[in-house]
C-alpha cells in the first residue's frame, strides 16, 4: 500500500488504521502543496475497492486495480479545481524523452502521461455535469480526448514514435482548452447535488470514493451543502477532502473529519521526487519550481510584469492591466496568477521597519488576498481583479502618505 507516496509518514498511518478498521467515512489530507495528497487519494481509493486478495501491492492485477491505477474506474468521483497544465506538459515530457530512448521506465512514463490527463478529465465526469450549461460542448471535447488517449493505452502497442509526439501534443492541446475554458475555480453547487445523489446508489464495484481537492476554495452555500452529506455519509462512501490551506476549510467540515497531515517535503526529498518521478536527474529545485519551468510565460516574465505593475502603482500611475493580462499568457494556467500575486506580496517587507509600514503592508497583503479569492473562488475575469487591485493599493498609498515607495 502506498508505494508511490514518497517521503511521507501518512502512508503508515493509513495503513495502520485501514488494517485496524477504523478510517472514517470522511477524511481531511493537508499539508502544503506538491506534498503527495492527491496520490494518497487516488492510492486510498484503489485499496477501498480491491477485489484481490493482497491489497497491499500497487501490483495488484485485480479488474477494479488496473482500472484505478489508468483512472478509468467508475466508482470515483475527483472534483474542485487543480491546475493540471504543467503537470501534463511535464509528464508529457518524460514520457516522449523514455519512448526516445527506450528506457526501462517506459511503463511508467506511460502511465503518468495518461494519468495525469485523466486527473483532469475525471473532474468533468458526466455525473456531475448533469444540468450544466456547457455540457454538450465539454462532452465533445472529452469525447475528442478520450478517443486520442485510446491510442496511447495500454493494452494497445505503442503507436510509432514520431505519431506518438503530435499525438502528445494534441492531448496537450486539448487538454489546455479544456481546463481553461472549462474547469470551474470554485466547485458549484450543482456538482456538489450531483455527486450526492450519485453516493446514495449503491455500488457494484466496491467502495465508491469522492475526492475533493483545493477544500477551502468553496463558497458558503457549497459548503453548507457538502456538510449535509458529512454528517451522515453513506456506508459504502468514503470522502476525501484535501487541502493545502487547512486554516481556511470551514471549521463545521473540520469538525466532521479526521485529518491526516502531510509534512513538508526537505528539498533533497523532493528532489528524489523529481527523479523518480519525471526522471530529471539535473533539476536542483523544488517540485514545483520543476513544474514553473513548463509554464508558457516564465516565472521570472511574471515577477517582471508584477514588478512594473506595482512601480506604476506606488508611483500614482494607473497600469494598463488588459496589457499586462496579455504579457502574461492571460494568467493561463492560474499558478501563474499566483506567482504574480506572490512576488507583489514579497515586496512588502522592506514596509515592516515602521508600524506605519506594517499597517500599509497589513492591509495590502488583505487586498492582494481578496484579488486572488475573487479569481478563484467567484470567478471573477483576471482583467477585472487586477483593476481593483490597482484601486485598492493606490487608497492604501495615499492614506499612509505614499509609504509603499519604500517597497521599491
Same mark, same amino acid.
Given at each position: 500500500?502506498?508505494?508511490? #507516496?514518497?517521503?511521507?509518514?501518512? *502512508?503508515? $498511518? =493509513?495503513?495502520? %488504521?485501514?488494517?485496524?478498521?477504523?478510517?472514517?467515512?470522511? @477524511?481531511?489530507?493537508?499539508?502544503?502543496?506538491?506534498?503527495?495528497?492527491?496520490?494518497?487519494?487516488?492510492?486510498?481509493?484503489?485499496?477501498?475497492?480491491?477485489?484481490?486478495?493482497?491489497?497491499?501491492?500497487?501490483?495488484?492485477?485485480?479488474?477494479?486495480?488496473?482500472?484505478?491505477?489508468?483512472?478509468?474506474?467508475?466508482?470515483?468521483?475527483?472534483?474542485?479545481?487543480?491546475?493540471?497544465?504543467?503537470?501534463?506538459?511535464?509528464?508529457?515530457?518524460?514520457?516522449?524523452?523514455?519512448?526516445?530512448?527506450?528506457?526501462?521506465?517506459?511503463?511508467?512514463?506511460?502511465?503518468?502521461?495518461?494519468?495525469?490527463?485523466?486527473? #483532469?478529465?475525471?473532474?468533468?465526469? *458526466?455525473? $456531475? =455535469?448533469?444540468? %450544466?450549461?456547457?455540457?454538450?460542448?465539454?462532452?465533445?471535447? @472529452?469525447?475528442?480526448?478520450?478517443?486520442?488517449?485510446?491510442?496511447?493505452?495500454?493494452?494497445?502497442?505503442?503507436?510509432?514514435?514520431?505519431?506518438?509526439?503530435?499525438?502528445?501534443?494534441?492531448?496537450?492541446?486539448?487538454?489546455?482548452?479544456?481546463?481553461?475554458?472549462?474547469?470551474?475555480?470554485?466547485?458549484?453547487?450543482?456538482?456538489?447535488?450531483?455527486?450526492?445523489?450519485?453516493?446514495?446508489?449503491?455500488?457494484?464495484?466496491?467502495?465508491?470514493?469522492?475526492?475533493?481537492?483545493?477544500?477551502?476554495?468553496?463558497?458558503?452555500?457549497?459548503?453548507?451543502?457538502?456538510?449535509?452529506?458529512?454528517?451522515?455519509?453513506?456506508?459504502?462512501?468514503?470522502?476525501?477532502?484535501?487541502?493545502?490551506?487547512?486554516?481556511?476549510?470551514?471549521?463545521?467540515?473540520?469538525?466532521?473529519?479526521?485529518?491526516?497531515?502531510?509534512?513538508?517535503?526537505?528539498?533533497?526529498?523532493?528532489?528524489?521526487?523529481?527523479?523518480?518521478?519525471?526522471?530529471?536527474?539535473?533539476?536542483?529545485?523544488?517540485?514545483?519550481?520543476?513544474?514553473?519551468?513548463?509554464?508558457?510565460?516564465?516565472?521570472?516574465?511574471?515577477?517582471?510584469?508584477?514588478?512594473?505593475?506595482?512601480?506604476?502603482?506606488?508611483?500614482?500611475?494607473?497600469?494598463?492591466?488588459?496589457?499586462?493580462?496579455?504579457?502574461?499568457?492571460?494568467?493561463?494556467?492560474?499558478?501563474?496568477?499566483?506567482?504574480?500575486?506572490?512576488?507583489?506580496?514579497?515586496?512588502?517587507?522592506?514596509?515592516?521597519?515602521?508600524?506605519?509600514?506594517?499597517?500599509?503592508?497589513?492591509?495590502?497583503?488583505?487586498?492582494?488576498?481578496?484579488?486572488?479569492?475573487?479569481?478563484?473562488?467567484?470567478?471573477?475575469?483576471?482583467?477585472?481583479?487586477?483593476?481593483?487591485?490597482?484601486?485598492?493599493?493606490?487608497?492604501?498609498?495615499?492614506?499612509?502618505?505614499?509609504?509603499?515607495?519604500?517597497?521599491?
Amino acid at each position: 500500500m502506498f508505494e508511490n #507516496l514518497v517521503s511521507q509518514k501518512t *502512508g503508515k $498511518l =493509513l495503513i495502520k %488504521d485501514i488494517k485496524n478498521g477504523i478510517l472514517p467515512p470522511a @477524511i481531511l489530507f493537508s499539508g502544503e502543496e506538491y506534498s503527495g495528497k492527491l496520490t494518497a487519494a487516488l492510492e486510498l481509493a484503489r485499496i477501498q475497492s480491491c477485489t484481490g486478495e493482497n491489497k497491499a501491492s500497487w501490483g495488484c492485477d485485480c479488474p477494479s486495480c488496473m482500472r484505478h491505477k489508468a483512472l478509468t474506474c467508475t466508482n470515483m468521483i475527483l472534483m474542485g479545481p487543480r491546475d493540471c497544465a504543467l503537470e501534463i506538459s511535464a509528464a508529457k515530457d518524460t514520457f516522449i524523452k523514455a519512448y526516445r530512448d527506450n528506457t526501462p521506465y517506459l511503463t511508467a512514463a506511460r502511465y503518468l502521461f495518461l494519468r495525469s490527463i485523466r486527473k #483532469l478529465t475525471l473532474r468533468f465526469n *458526466g455525473i $456531475l =455535469l448533469q444540468g %450544466d450549461k456547457d455540457l454538450s460542448k465539454i462532452g465533445a471535447l @472529452i469525447q475528442d480526448i478520450n478517443d486520442d488517449l485510446e491510442l496511447l493505452d495500454f493494452p494497445r502497442p505503442l503507436i510509432p514514435f514520431d505519431e506518438a509526439v503530435k499525438l502528445c501534443e494534441s492531448l496537450e492541446s486539448k487538454a489546455r482548452d479544456l481546463e481553461r475554458d472549462f474547469l470551474y475555480d470554485s466547485i458549484p453547487i450543482n456538482q456538489i447535488r450531483n455527486m450526492e445523489d450519485w453516493a446514495y446508489v449503491k455500488s457494484e464495484e466496491g467502495k465508491k470514493t469522492i475526492i475533493i481537492e483545493n477544500a477551502e476554495r468553496m463558497l458558503p452555500g457549497v459548503r453548507n451543502a457538502l456538510l449535509k452529506i458529512l454528517e451522515e455519509p453513506p456506508a459504502d462512501c468514503q470522502f476525501i477532502l484535501i487541502t493545502s490551506k487547512k486554516n481556511a476549510v470551514m471549521q463545521t467540515i473540520l469538525s466532521r473529519v479526521r485529518n491526516y497531515n502531510f509534512s513538508s517535503r526537505t528539498l533533497e526529498q523532493q528532489q528524489n521526487v523529481i527523479k523518480g518521478i519525471y526522471r530529471n536527474e539535473y533539476f536542483n529545485g523544488k517540485i514545483g519550481e520543476y513544474l514553473e519551468t513548463f509554464l508558457p510565460v516564465p516565472a521570472a516574465k511574471l515577477k517582471e510584469e508584477a514588478q512594473n505593475y506595482y512601480s506604476q502603482i506606488v508611483r500614482g500611475s494607473i497600469p494598463q492591466t488588459s496589457e499586462i493580462v496579455k504579457n502574461c499568457g492571460k494568467f493561463e494556467p492560474r499558478l501563474s496568477l499566483k506567482i504574480f500575486l506572490n512576488h507583489i506580496s514579497t515586496m512588502q517587507k522592506p514596509l515592516l521597519k515602521s508600524q506605519n509600514g506594517c499597517e500599509a503592508a497589513l492591509e495590502s497583503l488583505q487586498k492582494i488576498k481578496t484579488a486572488w479569492e475573487n479569481v478563484t473562488m467567484y470567478n471573477q475575469s483576471v482583467n477585472s481583479a487586477l483593476e481593483i487591485l490597482v484601486r485598492d493599493l493606490s487608497k492604501i498609498n495615499i492614506t499612509y502618505g505614499r509609504i509603499l515607495c519604500e517597497a521599491m
